[in-house]
């Protein structure tokens, strides 16, 4: 079993910063891919961003320049560092990992982003 644990979420005024981290109970390097997804209320679960084994990485039209996601391979921790955040970023925060055919999610982290 795998588990992730998000945090760094909060609460954060309009163009302010957040970094949110992933930590994983088993080495990252196993994973094919992880990433970080996001759920607004009323709205469907979307990928924010993700990245490979191989370090190749992709973002949403919405988040691209603003967002950045990362891996410490050493800390078993993928990051999504949060830049020039509006309102509509507000949502809860997933992070999900790709073992084979099985995918793994965190329980979320809540961001909210004031106007």
């Known amino acids: 079993q795998v588990q992730l644990v998000e945090s760094g979420g909060g609460v954060v005024q309009a163009g302010g910063s957040l970094r949110l981290s992933c930590a994983a109970s088993r080495s990252i390097f196993s994973f094919n891919a992880m990433g970080w997804y996001r759920q607004a209320p009323g709205k469907q679960r979307e990928l924010v961003a993700g990245i490979t084994s191989g370090g190749s990485t992709n973002y949403a039209d919405s988040v691209k320049g603003r967002f950045a996601i990362s891996r410490d391979n050493a800390k078993n921790t993928v990051y999504l560092q949060m830049n020039s955040l509006k309102p509509e970023d507000t949502a809860v925060y997933y992070c999900?990992?790709?073992?084979?055919?099985?995918?793994?999610w965190g329980q979320g982290t809540q961001v909210t982003v004031s106007s």
């Open positions: 999900n990992a790709n073992l084979a055919i099985i995918t793994y």
